[in-house]
């Protein structure tokens, strides 16, 4: 994300005649996209031994073997778009730094794909995120000859096939590919440009939909192992996106629904990747703004319908700040940029913005990718050279996942990019001596790194019902709406539940000390009433008591409005504990004192099992004038 266009953001947010021109100008969408079609199988390479698909325990992300495998990438782009949205779309000079992408990878027009794959792997780099735009998928049209000058054999493929060849290429040389929705429309982001949000120049469901395209089209390709579901989500002219209020412009909503749709409808083997808000309000001084990154996640974390498959991702650049835009001039605020930070208030800042996710034993913990950094090959400055040592030391000290921004550009127009070529082919940058920042990669390439296997640990994670149904275990969903009318939860297959809030309707799931309580099959107990309390069991006198069945567990609920409605309960695979105790939480917090799972329901009164229990049912009240929410639960030990 070079500098122009965090200059166009501000710029555009304090002028609205330009904002309205711009999206005059934005192109339109092209016609029907092509059939899916399956790539190509990868072949080994030289690039590692990693064994797909990938998942993740705790902060990490593993291979299929429970190995450590660190995203160690790079941003290989172009295909979301160069156009910057003025002047003809074909005159070079009107797309960033002057290279015409043509809505394809840059640099198939200067170099073959084998020489480009071969320098890639003397980077040292594992991993490549690749962007592209929804207007990319339909685009029908073939891509000029002069874009593939130097790989004839794409000449007459759309964008999509171009795309395709290169998925094929990189992951037969062995690099692991994340797609990356990186815009709407095929121009370059990231301003007020019709890209702001993944619905800005389309509705939520096309852009699922597409995401459900493109999962589906590399399904049979092992190596391509993620969804990153959309790019700095910002504010446009009006309105700022969000994080769980419900509306058209909720992104941890829609975020939601792309990755189960993704998980359950196309490739259950994908990372999904969900970058945090990149930014809100307006860059004015005296008015709100900033960057909300990835803090929303501390009190409000996805849980999707495979506990180990969600990563977070964050982007940091020196020019911009927690509440700077990185404009200079016009739309420039006094809040400080991340190169204006000392050292420790850099890092205490990317600890509060992103990666307090990695701790573990939280609702929220999960990898932390940063999916963008990078600074010119030409930088000077005195505080720019120093930030980009000091984030590299901290991505180096905390055994971070990384991709750099961009990889590939032209000689002479982006020195940004690792690698640039010249028209002959001939490459430059940070592998051929006298790049600055080349001690910096270096360092950061081959600093200490956890490797080898990684055992599992506990799992906790959040359900939510604010405004509506998280249904996240596969096998309750295929026995279809067992409480019809009322906003349901249940955890991920594997998990159970092991807390609630008194109101709100929020839950926490984990699989602590026993692992996998479920025995197999589909059989469930939706439980509404108290015939499942047995003769003298009343574990909460005068409060009405939905207890689970002998041999079964709490995997879900239920509610209509604050009231409890029902109790999802599931067989066990062996038999459980017996008795219990009553824990009350209807009138302050009762948890355990580790705090394990965090706070999973943040300024509401909650209730916990501890680690080596399970719940067996749910009290509440009905008496006038009560919330009716959950009081207490039934915290029953599990078989030693």
Not at 307 to 317: E, G, I, P, Q
Not at 418 to 436: E, N, P
Request: hydrophobic share 40%; aromatic share 10%; with cysteine.
């Amino acid at each position: 994300m070079p500098l122009a266009r965090t200059v166009r953001i501000v710029t555009y947010l304090t002028s609205l005649f330009l904002v309205l021109t711009l999206f005059g100008t934005a192109p339109a969408t092209a016609g029907p996209r092509t059939a899916p079609v399956a790539a190509a199988a990868p072949a080994s390479s030289a690039t590692g031994t990693w064994q797909p698909p990938l998942s993740t325990r705790g902060r990490y992300i593993v291979d299929a073997a429970g190995n450590r495998f660190r995203l160690k990438a790079a941003n290989w782009d172009g295909a979301q778009g160069s156009w910057t949205g003025s002047g003809s779309i074909t005159d070079p000079a009107n797309h960033h730094a002057g290279q015409d992408s043509y809505g394809i990878p840059l640099g198939l027009d200067r170099a073959p794909l084998t020489q480009l794959l071969v320098d890639f792997q003397a980077l040292g780099i594992n991993s490549v995120r690749l962007p592209f735009s929804n207007e990319m998928i339909r685009t029908t049209a073939p891509v000029p000859d002069a874009a593939v000058t130097a790989n004839p054999q794409l000449r007459g493929k759309t964008p999509l096939e171009v795309y395709d060849a290169v998925v094929t290429a990189l992951t037969g040389a062995g690099f692991a590919v994340i797609l990356n929705n990186h815009t709407n429309t095929s121009r370059w982001c990231c301003g007020v440009d019709g890209n702001e949000r993944w619905n800005s120049s389309q509705s939520t469901q096309q852009w699922a939909d597409d995401w459900v395209f493109m999962a589906r089209r590399y399904a049979a390709n092992p190596r391509v192992v993620g969804a990153d579901l959309y790019n700095e989500v910002r504010r446009d002219v009006l309105d700022d996106p969000n994080w769980g209020l419900g509306d058209a412009h909720d992104w941890y909503a829609a975020a939601q629904l792309a990755a189960d749709r993704i998980l359950t409808e196309a490739n259950p083997n994908l990372l999904i990747v969900i970058e945090g808000i990149n930014w809100t309000g307006v860059p004015v001084d005296g008015l709100p703004h900033g960057r909300p990154v990835l803090t929303p996640v501390r009190t409000l974390s996805n849980t999707l319908v495979d506990a180990h498959k969600l990563v977070y991702s964050a982007h940091f650049y020196g020019y911009t700040g927690p509440n700077h835009s990185g404009a200079t001039g016009l739309g420039e605020t006094s809040d400080p940029r991340y190169q204006d930070l000392t050292r420790d208030q850099l890092y205490q800042a990317l600890a509060d913005e992103a990666f307090f996710v990695t701790t573990e034993g939280r609702h929220y913990t999960a990898p932390v990718w940063v999916s963008e950094f990078g600074i010119g090959a030409q930088e000077t400055g005195t505080a720019a050279r120093t930030w980009f040592g000091n984030i590299t030391d901290y991505f180096a000290d905390h055994d971070t996942d990384f991709a750099y921004w961009p990889l590939v550009g032209w000689e002479g127009h982006d020195d940004w990019a690792l690698l640039r070529y010249d028209t002959a082919g001939h490459r430059s940058g940070i592998l051929d001596g006298g790049d600055w920042r080349a001690t910096a990669w270096g360092h950061l390439m081959t600093s200490a790194s956890r490797s080898g296997y990684v055992a599992p640990g506990t799992t906790w994670r959040m359900l939510a019902t604010d405004h509506g149904d998280q249904v996240e275990s596969l096998r309750v969903r295929a026995g279809g709406d067992w409480d019809s009318g009322a906003y349901k939860a249940v955890c991920p297959d594997g998990l159970r539940l092991n807390g609630l809030a008194h109101s709100g309707g929020r839950g926490l799931c984990t699989d602590a000390t026993a692992g996998d309580l479920s025995a197999t099959g589909t059989a469930q107990t939706v439980v509404t009433d108290e015939r499942y309390v047995p003769a003298g069991g009343d574990w909460a006198s005068g409060y009405t008591k939905l207890q689970c069945p002998a041999g079964q567990f709490a995997i879900g609920y239920s509610r209509r409005g604050e009231r409890v409605s029902a109790v999802l309960c599931a067989p066990a695979r062996a038999a459980l504990g017996a008795g219990g105790r009553t824990v009350w939480f209807d009138r302050s917090d009762n948890r355990p004192a580790d705090g394990a799972g965090d706070d999973f329901a943040y300024g509401a009164y909650k209730g916990q099992c501890a680690a080596g229990e399970y719940i067996g049912g749910v009290a509440f009240t009905t008496r006038v004038g009560s919330a009716q929410g959950p009081a207490a639960v039934l915290c029953v030990p599990l078989p030693s």
